[in-house]
């Protein structure tokens, strides 16, 4: 039988990492929000495409537009990539952390403990660039000066 105080151990140790699974959460819904509206606003362009009578310069400046929505798409995309891959690794961090405590009774960490850790870490801040890559984006390729 398991030690009443082991078992509390390994639920406070196990616990930690889901801290960050939580914002790995909360990055999630934001990325979706922002590829919800990449793609709203791809299709409003697509549809003022259709308009025979639109103006040379404007189609440029739409299929301009479209290339810079497409990119960011391909950023948020390769960021919702790494957050779920993130989330992966620290939920695998607290099975073998919550696993090593109560079946040994004592905390006996194989070495993939450190391994999903570093890969769920890592895999965070490939999101979190991938994130700033897409806002970088989004930000010069707005005129930020009316137009004369």
């Not at 919800?36 to 259709?50: L, P, T």
């Not at 948020?76 to 009774?105: H, K, Q, R, S």
């Amino acid at each position: 039988m398991m030690n009443p105080s082991t078992l509390s151990d390994s639920i406070q140790l196990a616990v930690a990492p889901v801290f960050l699974l939580t914002a790995v959460a909360g990055m999630i819904g934001a990325l979706t929000q922002r590829l919800a509206r990449v793609i709203d606003r791809a299709r409003v362009i697509h549809k003022e495409m259709g308009d025979a009578s639109l103006s040379v310069s404007a189609r440029t400046a739409y299929q301009d537009e479209l290339m810079s929505i497409a990119k960011r798409g391909r950023f948020i995309n390769v960021a919702m990539i790494f957050l779920v891959l993130c989330a992966l690794m620290i939920g695998l961090t607290v099975l073998e952390l919550f696993f090593a405590e109560t079946t040994g009774g004592k905390l006996i960490l194989s070495s993939f403990v450190l391994y999903t850790f570093v890969a769920g870490i890592g895999s965070f801040i490939l999101a979190l660039v991938s994130l700033l890559i897409e806002v970088l984006i989004a930000s010069y390729s707005i005129r930020w000066k009316p137009h004369a």
